[in-house]
């Protein structure tokens, strides 16, 4: 158990810094995650061609093709990148509004009460969508401060994961 404990300990000193640092220059963050994501989409691009190998289906083939050259143009085009992060979580937030809304007519035709907070709940995701949009590079570096905290926070619980697991 004690080889776990500082294992832990290693984990949150680098969650930790990767958040300080992120949270000391987003920017920068923001087109190392554009970079990450790109090299992740090539690597999901290869992989529908095994897919294709062992099931035969042509649309793995198009899936891959298209996997990859998204992810040569996040890692050849950072800036490209770290501009369009900001609009794919406005495009998420959107279709997690459009599906909040449809779930709660569903369930206020099914009269369950309380449906009316989930409608709410769609309106604001598709509100803050909108804002999103309205100013991407605050909306960017917003994302950024976000991860950073989630990091920090991440590494400060992996440390004391490991403090209570030693104990």
């Not at 998204?70 to 959107?94: D, E």
């Not at 709660?104 to 909108?130: E, P, Y």
Request: with cysteine.
């Amino acid at each position: 158990m004690r080889n776990y404990c500082w294992h832990c300990y290693i984990t949150g000193a680098i969650l930790i810094l990767l958040g300080i640092l992120a949270f000391l220059r987003p920017v920068s963050a923001l087109v190392s995650v554009g970079f990450f994501i790109g090299c992740g989409l090539v690597a999901d691009g290869i992989n529908y061609f095994t897919g294709f190998y062992f099931f035969r289906l042509w649309r793995f083939i198009v899936l891959g093709l298209l996997d990859i050259a998204a992810g040569i143009v996040m890692i050849f085009q950072p800036g490209l990148s770290a501009f369009l992060i900001p609009y794919v979580v406005a495009l998420w937030l959107v279709s997690t509004g459009i599906t909040r809304m449809c779930a709660a007519f569903w369930l206020g035709g099914a009269k369950i009460q309380g449906w009316w907070l989930m409608l709410i709940n769609g309106i604001a995701l598709i509100i803050s969508a909108l804002l999103v949009c309205a100013s991407p590079l605050i909306s960017a570096i917003s994302i950024m401060m976000i991860f950073a905290i989630v990091l920090i926070v991440a590494g400060v619980l992996v440390i004391l994961e490991g403090r209570i697991m030693s104990a």
